[in-house]
């Protein structure tokens, strides 16, 4: 079955520090490649997206993403995370069938 | 912008009675979701719909059921609720066909926090 898993379930940062949260997924296939972020009470919104072309994509408020095809994975990066970045992250793959898979979600906490 | 409006944020209900939870978007998109929200878990899709009257069982079907009776309208039942049943449920709708990996992404509804009591 296609599953989606992401490295960390908290994470804990200081302003200022740099951010890279892991995602890894399983299916061989044809795959388009999201992340999106749930702040506090909030719905879920696309943080960015890869369909295709360059690996590195760039989404909203810095932060950025790598698809490495040959290790199955798509890790968010930041480079300086910012209070109010504090949220709830989900990578998510879609397969066949426009059928989207979450991963847990990681949770991140940063500290003034 | 895309809307997905569920139409509530906060429902109690007993357990054993049957629950509606309503979702309605505004893009005349193809596909609708709706998925169920745990700490650790992430999300996890409960059923999905790609034209009206049209359904298919996601990861986790058992105890609910869904009507999509008009496009733009996609309906989860709890035939009776649990306490397990006790979540976030998040509805979700995307353009795309069936017959390939669309370029497109989902918009989510504000969530329904429901407890069964």
């Known amino acids: 079955a296609q599953s989606v898993s992401q490295h960390n379930h908290h994470v804990i940062l200081s302003e200022a520090a740099s951010l890279e949260l892991g995602c890894n997924y399983s299916y061989g296939g044809t795959v388009n490649l999201f992340w999106y972020v749930q702040y506090p009470g909030q719905h879920l919104q696309l943080l960015l997206k890869y369909f295709s072309g360059d690996p590195l994509v760039k989404g909203i408020k810095g932060f950025e993403a790598e698809f490495i095809k040959s290790k199955f994975s798509f890790n968010l990066r930041k480079p300086s995370v910012q209070w109010s970045d504090t949220a709830e992250y989900f990578c998510a793959v879609k397969t066949s069938y426009d059928t989207v898979i979450f991963g847990p979600g990681t949770s991140l906490s940063v500290i003034p | 912008d895309v809307k997905v409006t569920q139409s509530s944020r906060y429902l109690v209900k007993r357990t054993g009675e049957k629950v509606f939870l309503e979702c309605v978007q505004d893009?005349?998109?193809?596909?609708m979701f709706w998925y169920r929200q745990d700490p650790g878990l992430g999300l996890r899709l409960i059923y999905f719909s790609y034209d009206v009257k049209m359904k298919e069982k996601g990861d986790i079907p058992e105890g609910y059921s869904v009507s999509r009776e008009k496009k733009e309208r996609f309906s989860l039942i709890l035939e009776s609720a649990s306490t397990n049943q006790t979540s976030m449920y998040l509805c979700a709708s995307s353009d795309g066909d069936r017959v390939r990996v669309s370029r497109t992404e989902a918009f989510f509804g504000q969530g329904t926090r429901l407890t069964v009591v």
């Open positions: 893009m005349d998109h193809e596909n």
